[in-house]
């Protein structure tokens, strides 16, 4: 079975640090994209982060740019998101997307073959 199992997430204050991690079993982790969404309560759901296959190219959504890094371990099957100086606007539940191929936009949901369940991440003020 294809699994993508999101955790770390928790309770920080602002200025504060987490380090969420994705472990993926059931599919080839190699061949695949990897992309970090969220979604707050009463928003949309965004991309936040996204890693490639291959060279491990990596990209932002602007506003967690410099605070955010996304790195993988293929000999682990697993992808980091590395949160610091977190604000509360970050406060959402946080979700990994495995992509065996994509066309554009690394954040259209569409491209994304497997979801995880989320991990909460909540920042207080």
């Known amino acids: 079975d294809v699994q993508l199992q999101a955790f770390g997430g928790g309770l920080v204050q602002a200025g504060g640090s987490l380090r969420l991690s994705c472990a993926a079993s059931?599919?080839?982790?190699?061949?695949?994209?990897i992309g970090w969404f969220r979604q707050a309560p009463g928003k949309e759901h965004e991309g936040v982060s996204y890693?490639?296959?291959?060279?491990?190219?990596?990209i932002y959504l602007d506003s967690v740019k410099g605070r955010f890094t996304i790195s993988r371990d293929n000999a682990k099957n697993t992808v980091y998101l590395q949160m610091d100086s977190l604000k509360p606007e970050d406060t959402a539940v946080y979700f990994c997307?495995?992509?065996?191929?994509?066309?554009?936009?690394?954040?259209?949901?569409?491209?994304?073959?497997?979801w995880g369940q989320g991990t909460l991440v909540t920042v207080s003020s």
């Open positions: 997307a495995a992509a065996r191929r994509r066309y554009g936009s690394p954040f259209y949901p569409r491209w994304y073959n497997y």
């Open positions: 059931g599919f080839t982790f190699d061949d695949y994209h």
């Open positions: 890693i490639s296959k291959g060279d491990g190219n990596t």
